[in-house]
């Protein structure tokens, strides 16, 4: 129901006549515990919930034996708390101490196995270590297919992960075969208005959004809400994502009044559904803003993403990758506002953060370096813009699959310079590499295809 005021408040009572009847070490004391702190889970207060789920580890240590899987289990709630506040190392520590115990306890083909290699996969896809994910993701996968039946729905679970990876790793043309095994899955197994299938329809209209086939995406994600609409109550924050989603594509679209509607159903859904700290009110905060600033009108954008900021400092960690998004926001309002010190001041407290989080060729490391060299190119600091997008650039060709749009547009930035610095044989080069990706990665009635042809005739003619 999601009402967890009162979830809390009889978890309490239930509590303190626990710790009235029992001895203090007591396993059913530590599971008092962790249910306290599955609730501050599912409000977004992580500090909270890792204080109660500490405080059951402690007692499961001292009173169960090391291979117990009660104990596995309660490293993995450690292990999932800190993937929420973003600290991922942690979060790979006590998965792998979990997963220890289950290879010890377990045979190799029991599914809590392989939801453990699904776990520790879905770290190094945060990560960005997309062939890490993907290697225990199928290691999950074979698992379950020697496991289970072929039908069932914890196998289009795992095809859905492997899917995903293919798509963080721009590698489009792998991902439907993935989503479509999942959803053949589902469609058998579940009933029509079952969630799981509404997932398969949202993860397939992810691909046609970042594709630019924005009808299509529309269209699974208007069937993913239809399920949610009849499956779920409406104050669900699940109908709240939905709503999100579609405002999403309506954004892309250039429909902005249209992406506001959908933005403010999902934000009224989340004021009334969540603590006003919850993390997924800053997301909605921030959706809303970023259509305030497509539009131009960046004293709104600025007020959502400043809400949207006052959240993320105090519900995550310093070093949170949602807070280095909130950075970079409002960085990217002040870079149009014409305020390159302000601009530069938010794009470098991004970059650190991302720095100490993230691996060194993480992909969000280079659109931080991109929004850097951005902004010195506004400046007319062409030699600095150079040398930030050029780091850019060296990490999506290692990362990035080169039909990815994230090296196209890397591309074409740097055409763009090279153009400014009168060197217009690089800048040639840098724009045919752009169409030429673009040309793999969008489909060819896009409008940064046609954006990069119009770039390439300028160019053509000074030279």
Known sequence: ??????????????????????????????????????????????????EFYEKAHQIFEKALPSNHPDLAASKHAIGLTYENMGEYSKALEFYEKSHQIYEKALPSNHPDLASSYNNIGGVYDNMGDYSKALEFYEKALKIKEKALPSNHPDLASSYNNIGTVYNNMGDYSKVPEFYEKALKIREKALPSNHPDLAT???????????????????EFYEKAHKIYEKALPSNHPNLATSYNNIGGVYNKMGDYSKALEFYEKSLKIYEKALPSNHPDLASSYNNIGGVYNTMGDYSKALEFYEKSLKIREKALPSNHPNLATSYNNIGGVYNKMGDYSKALEFYEKAHKIKEKALPS??????????????????????????SFLEKALTIQQKTLP?????LAISYWHLGSINEKMHKYSEALSFLEKALSTFKKSLPPSHPHTQSVRNAIDNVRKKI
């Open 1 to 50: 129901m999601g009402d967890y005021s009162k979830a809390l408040e009889f978890y309490e009572k239930a509590h303190k006549i626990k710790e009235k009847a029992l001895p203090s070490n007591h396993p059913e004391v530590a599971t008092s515990y962790y249910n306290i702190g599955q609730v501050y889970t599912d409000m977004g207060d992580y500090s909270k919930a890792l």
């Open 200 to 218: 398969s329809y949202i993860c397939i209209g992810l691909v046609y959004n970042d594709m630019g086939d924005y009808s299509k995406a529309l």
């Open 361 to 386: 060729n993480h992909p969000d490391l280079a659109i931080s370096y991109g929004n850097i060299g951005q902004v010195y190119n506004d400046m007319g600091n062409y030699s600095k813009a150079l």
């Open 402 to 406: 080169p039909s990815h749009s994230h």
